[in-house]
C-alpha cells in the first residue's frame, strides 16, 4: 500500500490521485449570464444532489491550478446568482467536451459547441434544448474553500423548477434510467455510460478548437452526422490544407472515386466511420475534399 500525505505532494498529482480514485462523477452542465447579458456554458463534474426538501444542487468550480484564476462561470454567479444545471447523456457527450474549452470571456459556449439555447422560465440563463432534464436554479450561498490553485468553490442551488423531456419518461412518469443514458466523469480522459461500460473522450485541445459554428454549413447541416460527431470535429486548432486534402485522397483506395461522385450521403458516411474510430484528421480531410 503506498501512502501519501497530501501536502508532501503537488496540487496537480493530488488532484490525478482524487479523480481517478472517485467516480463515475455525475456532470453538471452549468449555463449562466454575465451582467452584460452574454452567455457561458462550462461542465463541472464536482457536482450532485444534496437536498430535496428544499431541492438543493451543489456544484463546484475550482480555482485553476496553473495560475490560481477563476472560472466565468463562478464569476457569473457572484454577480448575478442564478444558473440552470442540465443533465448531459451520451448523445451530447463531445459538444459538452468541446464547451468545457477556454474561450475569451464573452464567447458563447453554446454556439461553439454546437447546442441550443432556451430560455428559461425563472431565471435568466438559457437552457440546453438537448439535454433531457433540466434545472433552473435561484444560488443560495457561494462556499469557498480555499484561496490558491485548486480550491473548490461551492454553488448552493436551489431548484425552482425542473424541465422534462417525456421521451426519458417510464409509463409511470418517473425517469426510466435506460432511456436518459447519463454519462459520468471519471479519471484522465475516461468516462461511464451507464448500463454501457467506460469508454474515452479526448481531452479538449489546450489551443482553442474552431467550434461547430466554424463547420461548413453543409457538413454542420448533415442528416448523418451526429452532435457528437460534430462536436469531435469542432474540437481541431484548424483544418488540413489543400494539400493535406490532395495527399489523402490520393493515398486511400476508393476515397478518391467518393470524393468525385460528390454524394453526400456516402461521404458523410464514410466521415462518421472515420470519427467512430476517433480519426478527425481524416474525416475532415474526405469532408472538405467535396468543398473544394
Not at 35 to 61: D, T
Not at 81 to 109: F, R
Not at 154 to 183: A, M, R
Not at 256 to 283: G, P
Request: one cysteine or more; proline letters at 6%; aromatic letters at 6%.
Amino acid at each position: 500500500m503506498i501512502s501519501i500525505i497530501p501536502k508532501d505532494i503537488t496540487t496537480q498529482e493530488l488532484h490525478g490521485y482524487l479523480l481517478g480514485a472517485i467516480g463515475p462523477r455525475p456532470i453538471a452542465f452549468v449555463s449562466t449570464i454575465d451582467e452584460k447579458g452574454r452567455p457561458n456554458l462550462s461542465p463541472f463534474s464536482f457536482f450532485n444532489v444534496f437536498s430535496a426538501n428544499p431541492p438543493i444542487l451543489i456544484f463546484s468550480p475550482a480555482r485553476r491550478v496553473r495560475d490560481n484564476t477563476t472560472k466565468h462561470t463562478l464569476d457569473n454567479v457572484e454577480k448575478v446568482g442564478e444558473a440552470v444545471i442540465n443533465v448531459v447523456t451520451y448523445e451530447i457527450v463531445q459538444q459538452m467536451s468541446l464547451s468545457s474549452t477556454e474561450y475569451p470571456e464573452g464567447e458563447n459556449e453554446f454556439i461553439k459547441a454546437g447546442l441550443t439555447m432556451l430560455a428559461s422560465d425563472l431565471v435568466k440563463p438559457f437552457r440546453v434544448a438537448e439535454s433531457p432534464v433540466q434545472f433552473e436554479c435561484k444560488v443560495t450561498k457561494i462556499e469557498p474553500l480555499g484561496k490558491e490553485g485548486g480550491a473548490g468553490n461551492l454553488i448552493f442551488s436551489e431548484v425552482v423548477k425542473i424541465h422534462l423531456n417525456p421521451n426519458v419518461l417510464d409509463e409511470n412518469g418517473s425517469i426510466d434510467q435506460y432511456k436518459i443514458d447519463q454519462v459520468a466523469r471519471m479519471g484522465g480522459n475516461w468516462y461511464s455510460r451507464a448500463n454501457k461500460g467506460m469508454f474515452e473522450v479526448p481531452k479538449p485541445l489546450s489551443s482553442l478548437g474552431i467550434g461547430v459554428d466554424a463547420i461548413p454549413e453543409g457538413i454542420r447541416n448533415s442528416t448523418v452526422l451526429t452532435g457528437n460527431d460534430l462536436g469531435k470535429l469542432g474540437n481541431v486548432e484548424k483544418l488540413p490544407s489543400r494539400i493535406e486534402i490532395g495527399e489523402f485522397i490520393g493515398s486511400q483506395e476508393g476515397i478518391s472515386s467518393l470524393a468525385a461522385n460528390k454524394d453526400l450521403q456516402s461521404i458523410h458516411r464514410k466521415a462518421k466511420e472515420y470519427l467512430d474510430r476517433n480519426d478527425v484528421l481524416s474525416a475532415w480531410k474526405l469532408l472538405l475534399a467535396n468543398e473544394l
